[in-house]
């Protein structure tokens, strides 16, 4: 693994720990049901929780980890044309490179409708006359931090896996260019009539 691989990947698994790490607060900080005060029918009392702010600042650095790491790899089809490209190696990174972005899309939901939920809000049920005060359930924070560290490793995984097989192509072709320029270069003999090198010594 190179420099600039190490980079990256330090840069992005600390954004996904941070991530990840926000969301386990916020699962610490929700809003439990039994924390929910009635002030009257129709109106539900929350108290104040940093839940919001968290999930949100999750959801944020784990967008931005996301985005870094498909920056760095670049377009993952495009590289699937170079001729020293191992299938299996490929296959990999592209199923590497597919469950990333699943999980990344299910974290990042999950973090941003924890974060609304949490919010102070309820609903009146028109049947029964009755009203709802809605609360996160348990472990939807908690899913969606484990789901960023899988989205950041797998992420890590493919662009380290691209990573080297490009840097591994371009030696290999530039070696390829050394040798051939290495070689002598040899000029075609010609070939001369003994009759006219016989006269040409006879003239002299």
């Not at 949100?56 to 498909?70: G, H, R």
């Not at 809605?134 to 924070?141: A, D, I, T, W």
């Not at 899913?143 to 840097?167: D, E, F, P, R």
């Amino acid at each position: 693994m190179d420099r600039r691989s190490l980079v990256v990947c330090a840069v992005v698994g600390f954004l996904g720990f941070v991530s990840a790490l926000l969301g386990f607060i916020a699962e610490a900080k929700r809003i439990k049901g039994s924390q929910v005060k009635f002030s009257s029918p129709s109106e539900c009392v929350y108290p104040r929780s940093p839940a919001l702010a968290l999930g949100l600042t999750a959801a944020i650095f784990l967008m931005i980890s996301q985005v870094i790491i498909n920056v760095a790899t670049g377009c993952i089809c495009c590289s699937r044309r170079g001729p020293h490209q191992s299938t299996s190696n490929w296959t990999s990174a592209l199923v590497c490179f597919i469950v990333s972005w699943f999980t990344f899309v299910i974290a990042f939901l999950l973090l941003l409708s924890g974060a609304a939920l949490n919010d102070e809000h309820g609903e009146e049920n028109m049947y029964f006359g009755s009203y709802y005060c809605y609360v996160v359930k348990p472990g939807v924070f908690a899913g969606a931090a484990s789901l960023s560290l899988v989205s950041v490793v797998l992420g890590c995984i493919y662009y380290v896996t691209l990573n080297s097989t490009k840097v591994n192509r371009n030696e290999t072709e530039s070696n390829q260019t050394g040798i051939v320029m290495g070689l002598p270069q040899h000029q075609n003999p010609v070939f001369v009539h003994e009759d006219t090198y016989a006269r040409r010594q006879v003239s002299s």
